[in-house]
């Protein structure tokens, strides 16, 4: 089902593609079967048996491209054109675990994996309905001394969004929990759920809505749009006072970027009032007409940052109240 899917909607679009090939790191040795995706979309591709791949652009943003397959390391490139070849190289994983899991740790399997669950898919509505289809696929390891839930896997985490109406393929690099702080880093894909139809796609289009607005994604194309008024947004300063946005979109050889110079209160007046803190890790943060940011960029907390697996859309995504005829 995966190949037929990404051989699909890798060749229907004519526009220019991008080609490459994936070898095995520190080697010139083909990887047949990786995953080469825009990050966070449904866009894709399978590497054939020469490791070669091709891949069509996205529409309204410059995702990385995002190269994964089981038992490596992923990668991404930030930076390309379809007018050169790209060779990427993955490199193997290697995991020293086998002492720690087979040992008790002092957490049960049952309490790891619900804490795993609570922080990756979040608790939400959405994340209620969203189901871990793998679970015994991924190893939790918890720390004693130090309070900490790790996880690993080798095989990518499936997902199935229920109320969403969406299927996720996420490749986890690192999960870290603690009372005091969580990380976790990774790169997905998205598939819709065929099996929807009539009031059942009716009931999902509402719930993508009600998950979109007041979201990272709305956020970001609110601000590349200029329109955070119009869309119920205000921005507040350290002093609690009304932000001017005027200079915050500047533009850059790379396209549009953020630039703030404090942290900033972000409050979005849509269906409930929340509140989401703004902070800058460097000056400029490139940001994308689809909502897509870069990460390293931009440091969130309060209602957005906790929106996770449960409650994302693809970059594709259109509000239905906003699409053209």
């Not at 995991?95 to 994996?113: I, N, P, Q, W």
């Not at 309905?129 to 690993?152: G, H, S």
């Not at 500047?250 to 269906?271: D, H, M, P, Q």
């Not at 989401?276 to 007409?289: P, R, V």
């Amino acid at each position: 089902m995966f190949t037929l899917f990404f051989l699909v909607i890798s060749f229907d679009v004519s526009a220019q593609l991008i080609k490459g090939q994936i070898l095995i790191y520190g080697t010139e040795d083909p990887l047949p079967n990786a995953s080469i995706y825009y990050d966070g979309s449904y866009k894709g591709g399978i590497s054939d048996s020469a490791g070669n791949f091709q891949l069509a652009p996205i529409p309204a943003g410059k995702n990385p491209i995002v190269i994964s397959a089981i038992g490596y390391h992923s990668t991404s490139i930030a930076d390309y054109t379809s007018e050169e070849f790209i060779k990427i190289y993955l490199q193997p994983k290697t995991y020293v675990l086998d002492a720690v899991v087979v040992t008790y740790d002092g957490m049960s399997r049952e309490e790891k994996e619900a804490i795993f669950k609570t922080e990756f898919i979040g608790v939400s509505e959405n994340s209620r309905q969203t189901e871990i289809i793998n679970i015994d696929d991924i190893n939790l390891v918890y720390n004693r001394k130090r309070q900490t839930i790790e996880a690993f896997s080798e095989e990518p985490i499936l997902l199935h969004n229920k109320a969403l109406g969406f299927k996720i393929t996420y490749y986890l690099d690192q999960f870290r929990q603690s009372p005091e702080n969580l990380y976790f880093s990774g790169n997905y894909f998205f598939e819709p759920d065929t099996t929807l139809s009539g009031k059942n796609l009716k009931r999902v289009e509402r719930k993508r809505r009600e998950a979109y607005l007041g979201s990272r994604m709305h956020f970001i194309r609110s601000l590349y749009n200029d329109r955070l008024r119009e869309d119920g947004y205000n921005l507040l300063n350290l002093s609690r006072e009304k932000a001017d946005n005027s200079g915050m979109v500047v533009y850059t050889e790379s396209g549009r970027s953020l630039f703030i110079k404090s942290r900033l209160a972000v409050i979005y007046k849509g269906n409930q009032r929340t509140t989401t803190f703004l902070d800058k890790t460097k000056d400029f943060t490139f940001i994308a007409k689809n909502g897509f940011y870069d990460p390293g960029g931009i440091v969130w907390s309060g209602s957005m940052a906790n929106q996770r697996m449960g409650d994302l859309l693809p970059f594709e995504y259109e509000d239905s109240r906003n699409r053209k005829p």
